[in-house]
């Protein structure tokens, strides 16, 4: 399973990065104007920045929500750089933007999905990656983790090439469980990467490894 960064802050991309496990980033409008990102320029320029600093997929979202606009706003993005795809987002004239992406060699992500009928629609069209928002499901008293099972079996009986980007990861354990059910991907806040790191009892033994070592 693949390893992104759900996030526009540059630093957190750094530390990840530094950290020798990271396989691109994903990021959204709101995560964009959290860091104060205002502007066509800017949004361009942060993109190219993100490009530079990782060695993997970066999605960058459009803005636009009719076909002609998704497509001219796609192309935009996917000329910053050969490793931006474009996310776009599962209405209707995302699955026509997305299958003429497809048809014109630029990769796409779709977002904002959230059921198994979404996500074969984002294979049909040739989407790169679906990505299920699986914190938001949770959120709805529903099952994000059982919805990243029928997706990734559905693909793999279907021989779907898309990869299954598991989203909205709220928590370490998320990661665990979308490793366990067949996601392709998880793109997740630095925050839940790092919470893989700890266990108490690894703490407690590091501690009396380094006290025995002084008798050494
Ligand atoms: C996916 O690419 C989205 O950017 C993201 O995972 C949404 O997460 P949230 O539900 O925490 O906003």
Redesign the pocket.
Known sequence: MKFFI?TANLSQIQEAHDLGILDGV???P??MAKEGIKGEAAIMKHYETICEMVEGDV?AEVLSTDFASIVEEGKKLAAIHPNIVVKVPMIKDGVKAIKWFTENGIRTNC?LVFSAGQAILAAKAGAAYV?P?I??IDDSNWDGIELIAQIAQIYSIQGFKTEVLA????TPLHIVKCAENGADVC?CPLDSILGLLKHPLTDIGLAKFLEDAKKM
Do not use: C, E, M, P
């Not at 989203?167 to 709220?170: H, M, N, Q, T, Y």
């Open positions: 759900d994903t990021t959204n709101s995560l999605s977002t990505s928002f914190g938001r989203a909205s990861i709220r793109t």
